[in-house]
């Protein structure tokens, strides 16, 4: 089951994930993780992250979960970001970066989903983040 939840989650990464190297590296008890690598399309500053590159990374890590949530579902759902507010806590150096969403609520209307990102230790967060989404069903 894992395996089609992987495939069918990595079918539905937008062009810009792929663009930036975005890709889910694992799913852990349902829960996918997205990864990012260093690349001179991550670039900020000389030696870090972009904050944009970040703050997408926790979108994507989101959306992807939410997507995951929803199950069979939300291939009927448009799901619509509302709200959104990063917290960034330290630099992003050239590593491979890691994210998680975690769902809060889903309801008929509204989502919430929480994301986080890290790099080498889990328990050392890079950002993190608050997302609302507005569920709608998809237009034929």
Known sequence: MSDALHTRLSSLLPPYA???????????????????DF????????????????????EIASIIALRADLG?????TRIKP??????????GVMVQTFAIGQVI????????VRAEAWQTDRDKPLASSWMNFLL????A
């Open 39 to 58: 690349s001179d399309r991550t670039v900020g500053r000389p030696g870090f992250i972009h904050g944009g590159a970040i703050g997408g990374l926790l």
């Open 136 to 139: 709608k069903p998809k237009v």
């Open 18 to 36: 792929v663009t930036m190297g975005m890709r889910i590296d694992q799913i852990i008890d349902g829960v996918p993780i997205l990864t990012m």
């Open 72 to 76: 069979d579902e939300g291939k009927a």
């Open 82 to 91: 509302v709200n959104v507010s990063i917290e960034y806590l330290r630099g």
């Open 105 to 112: 609520r889903a309801g008929r209307r509204i989502a919430n």
